[in-house]
């Protein structure tokens, strides 16, 4: 997969979040679909990994995962910041949430590395 196809995947994956949040918060999807939430964390980090795929092409998946990670785990701390400066309660803490969210953070992010590499490796076997 060429880097400007790369590019192309991650830009139509980004404006398909951009649409999916702006209609969740339209209509409330977040709060009436219990797993809304899951789909846009593995879709956030499906496209960290393309994203870490495009700037570190050569990188293993332990080292895609990591990238996922830590921004997956940034998010999760803005959230908490933002809910307490919004609510000043950490109650509304949820650890079980927030590891899921990881996990689909994670998940996402193998997804993408393993159809990258695949597509990668199929490319190499045709030429």
Same mark, same amino acid.
């Given at each position: ?20 949040? @702006?209609?969740?918060?339209? $209509? ?7 797993? @809304? ?23 293993? #998946? @332990?080292? !895609?995962?990591? $990238? ?9 701390? *803005? ?15 949820? #650890? ?16 993408? @590395? *393993? !159809? ?12």
């Amino acid at each position: 997969m060429t880097p400007k196809t790369l590019f192309k995947i991650q830009a139509a994956l980004v404006g398909s979040i951009c649409v999916l949040t @702006f209609l969740a918060l339209e $209509f409330s999807w977040y709060y009436s679909l219990w797993y @809304f939430d899951i789909i846009m964390h593995f879709l956030g980090g499906a496209w960290l990994g393309l994203f870490a795929l495009w700037l570190f092409p050569r990188h293993s #998946l @332990f080292k !895609i995962l990591a $990238f996922v990670f830590l921004f997956g785990f940034g998010w999760e701390v *803005y959230e908490l910041v933002v809910d307490y400066a919004v609510v000043h309660d950490f109650s509304h803490f949820d #650890l079980c949430d927030t590891l899921s969210d990881l996990v689909c953070d994670m998940a996402g992010g193998m997804v993408a @590395f *393993y !159809i990258v590499k695949g597509s990668m490796l199929r490319e190499a076997h045709t030429v």
